[in-house]
């Protein structure tokens, strides 16, 4: 049974810095697919970054060359390291998974989710 725990939302200042933590466990195979997405208002979710298990990156293109994906194994962690925020990055964070190679790029490819993380740029 895969669990996600998010941490490290918060309120920040435009042009501020967060990282986003993202701990799992229960992975049965060794091939997955793990990313983030937000959702600021209303039931769609947006991708935001995935990272497949070789390591593998990609990027919506409003958060291209301002945020970074990445994953320590050892820690089973996943993070996002946010910087240049901007008020249009609020929103709730979650952090998903799927045993896939290839990452999807939306939010009903995962089946796994966390329970979100807020985070306000004012």
């Known amino acids: 049974h895969v669990q996600l725990v998010e941490s490290g939302g918060g309120s920040v200042q435009a042009g501020g810095s967060l990282r986003l933590s993202c701990v799992y466990s229960?992975?049965?195979?060794?091939?997955?697919?793990m990313a983030w997405f937000r959702q600021a208002s209303g039931p769609e979710r947006e991708g935001v970054a995935a990272?497949?298990?070789?390591?593998?990156?990609d990027y919506a293109d409003s958060v291209k060359g301002r945020f970074t994906i990445s994953k320590d194994n050892t820690k089973n962690t996943l993070y996002l390291q946010m910087n240049s925020l901007k008020p249009e990055d609020t929103a709730m964070y979650f952090c998903?998974?799927?045993?896939?190679?290839?990452?999807?790029?939306?939010?009903?490819?995962?089946?796994?989710w966390g329970q979100g993380t807020q985070v306000t740029v004012s």
């Open positions: 990272i497949d298990s070789d390591g593998i990156t």
């Open positions: 229960g992975y049965t195979y060794s091939n997955y697919c």
């Open positions: 998903a998974a799927a045993y896939i190679n290839s990452c999807p790029s939306t939010s009903d490819g995962y089946p796994f």
